[in-house]
């Protein structure tokens, strides 16, 4: 196959929701359409449960089984389709934000009947910044929740989106009876058997015909009919130029659980979602066709026994072809590496591969050279952007507690920093160090894993901040300037990279700071 056959056929996205919405089910339901896996249950959820055992535990089991679902990939419609694994769990948050880096277009989970949850809000936003397509699924039809229309609202109300419905419900709950399919025109009828699939569509090519009252009754046909009629006057019709520049988001209803609903999403997804686009860097945009490899980490996994501390990072490729044993510059390094068994990701596996084409994710065993956000090219020194780190919302002061293993413990931090797993930061003042997270759960990570693969020991001590924010100063000279380094000293750190942060305490000391020094700008995220 041709090189830009092989970029057409490819998706490579990303599942979003709150967790419990259904995306565990949704990604399962997927792949077994790709006969990628062929029972349910197949893939393992990753969500953090609370119980029995200890979080931390719950954590290192969590991690074994996100390696497994990292990416997976399967092929639907001769189209090769890459799942980004996005963990729900708010605690990983920054996980999530990273891979969203990663992902062509997005899939967004909503329970029907909680609506647009905490975590779609933040996770959404993020894409919406970044104009990633995205297409919306309903999930849980067989359930009772909100009426279509009021669920329609609350999307574009909570999410700033502006959606169009391409299949619409017939009922819900008890009665749900199945939907039309806007898109395709027809009408699938609900049964409850996650075994039925496309053969039971059924045609409608005149909605007003009595072919529609036969199939579902005379007063839900008609009660479709002024639902629809409605939804054609409110909602603007599909574009798929509009969508694919983020300002359209097409929805559609089903039931994961169910597999009702979900080929539906899939065909249309496959014929409508973007191929691997053009990215930034900080030189220019590259485009995948491009002849040249380049790529970047966009997340990196420790392993899991202690005794191999090989990582494995993970590169999307964004242009050109990666090929196993050809040198490849690390741009921040300077140094040329060859990788001789890169991997690829299938369903549940990975193997071992030769070439990967723009979209895929190629896994490389690294012993610690690679960074999130590291580029890799042919020669050309280019920096993608856009692997931002985000203001973290819990702090503590990291002390060594054994002080014979000192080393062990710098090395751990520092490695498990570049996996992202926390930001450090060295306070300007008294050189203290602080760990930043944005969930509470990676205090634990960080102090078991420091133990059982570095043998070192941390305690913390609590640190009052409500947020670090990246200060921005025109002019390093300037008066203003100068007097907000000495008047916030006790505030001031820098993180790994150098660059200046100010610990806020509060949200009013924060918006005080704001006001008191206009001409310095403060960011949430690492980039701007
Ligand atoms: P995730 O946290 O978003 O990955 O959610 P899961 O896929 O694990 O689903 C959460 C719960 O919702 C599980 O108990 C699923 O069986 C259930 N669930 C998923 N889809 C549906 C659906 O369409 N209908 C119903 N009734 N339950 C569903």
């Known amino acids: 196959m041709k090189f830009t056959d092989e970029i057409k056929r490819r998706r490579t996205f990303g599942i979003i929701s709150h967790p419990d919405a259904g995306k565990t089910t949704l990604t399962e339901k997927l792949l077994l359409f790709g006969g990628a896996i062929h029972e349910a249950g197949a893939v393992k959820s990753n969500k953090i449960k609370k119980g029995a055992t200890s979080d931390?535990?719950?954590?290192?089991?969590?991690?074994?089984?996100?390696?497994?679902?990292?990416?997976?990939?399967?092929?639907?419609?001769?189209?090769?389709?890459?799942?980004?694994?996005?963990?729900?769990?708010?605690?990983?948050?920054?996980?999530?934000?990273?891979?969203?880096t990663a992902?062509?277009?997005?899939?967004?989970?909503?329970?029907?009947?909680?609506?647009?949850?905490?975590?779609?809000?933040?996770?959404?936003?993020?894409?919406?910044?970044?104009?990633?397509?995205?297409i919306v699924f309903i999930n849980k039809m067989d359930r009772e929740g909100k009426d279509a229309f009021e669920l329609l609202d609350e999307i574009e109300q909570k999410l700033n989106l502006s959606v169009t419905p391409l299949s619409f419900p017939i009922g819900m709950g008890y009665d749900f009876k199945g939907i039309y399919n806007i898109w395709e025109k027809n009408v699938n009828l609900f049964t409850g058997d996650p075994k039925k699939d496309i053969e039971d569509t059924i045609e409608i090519s005149d909605l007003g015909g009595p072919e529609l009252d036969k199939l579902i009754g005379e007063k839900a046909a008609d009660n479709l009919r002024t639902e629809l009629e409605l939804a054609y006057g409110v909602y603007p019709e599909f574009d798929k130029d509009e969508y694919l520049s983020g300002n359209l988001q097409p929805v559609f209803f089903g039931s994961a659980l169910n597999n009702f609903g979900v080929r539906e999403l899939?065909?249309?997804?496959?014929?409508?979602?973007?191929?691997?686009?053009?990215?930034?860097?900080?030189?220019?945009?590259?485009?995948?066709?491009?002849?040249?490899?380049t790529g970047f980490v966009f997340k990196i996994h420790a392993n899991m026994d202690p005794k191999h501390r090989d990582r494995l990072a993970f590169v999307k490729v964004v242009s050109?072809?990666?090929?196993?044993?050809?040198?490849?510059?690390?741009?921040?390094?300077g140094k040329n590496f060859k990788f001789s068994s890169p991997n690829a990701f299938f369903a549940e596996k990975k193997e071992i591969v030769d070439v990967s084409y723009p979209g895929d994710i190629v896994g490389l065993h690294d012993t610690g050279n690679f960074k999130i956000g590291d580029t890799l090219t042919e020669g050309e020194l280019l920096h993608y952007r856009g692997v931002p780190s985000f203001s973290p919302e819990?702090?503590?002061?990291?002390?060594?507690?054994d002080p014979m293993k000192t080393k062990q413990l710098e090395k751990g931090v520092d490695q498990l920093m570049d996996e992202g797993v926390a930001q450090l930061f060295t306070l300007e003042m008294n050189g203290r160090k602080v760990i930043g997270t944005v969930g509470a759960l990676q205090f634990e990570v960080i102090q078991y894993r420091l133990e059982h693969e570095y043998g070192a020991k941390c305690t913390y001590e609590n640190l009052n901040v409500y947020k670090a924010t990246w200060v921005e100063t025109k002019d390093p000279k300037s008066e203003e300037f100068k007097e907000f380094k000495r008047v916030k000293a006790k505030y001031l750190a820098?993180?790994?990279?150098?660059q200046l942060v100010f610990f806020a305490d509060s949200q009013f000391s924060l918006q005080m700071?704001?006001?008191?020094?206009?001409?310095?700008?403060?960011h949430f995220t690492s980039e701007f």
């Open 56 to 100: 931390f535990m719950e954590i290192e089991r969590q991690r074994g089984i996100s390696v497994a679902t990292s990416v997976l990939a399967f092929e639907y419609d001769g189209v090769k389709i890459n799942i980004l694994d996005t963990p729900g769990h708010k605690d990983f948050a920054e996980d999530t934000f990273r891979t969203l």
């Open 394 to 401: 819990h702090f503590r002061y990291i002390n060594n507690a």
């Open 103 to 134: 992902v062509d277009s997005v899939i967004v989970v909503i329970d029907v009947a909680k609506g647009v949850e905490e975590q779609t809000e933040k996770l959404v936003e993020v894409c919406r910044m970044r104009n990633i397509p995205m």
């Open 266 to 293: 899939l065909d249309c997804f496959v014929s409508i979602a973007p191929t691997p686009r053009a990215k930034a860097s900080e030189e220019r945009t590259v485009q995948p066709d491009e002849k040249q490899f």
């Open 320 to 333: 050109g072809m990666f090929e196993r044993n050809k040198p490849y510059l690390h741009v921040r390094q």
């Open 494 to 498: 820098h993180d790994k990279r150098g």
């Open 513 to 522: 700071t704001q006001q008191k020094y206009p001409s310095l700008k403060f």
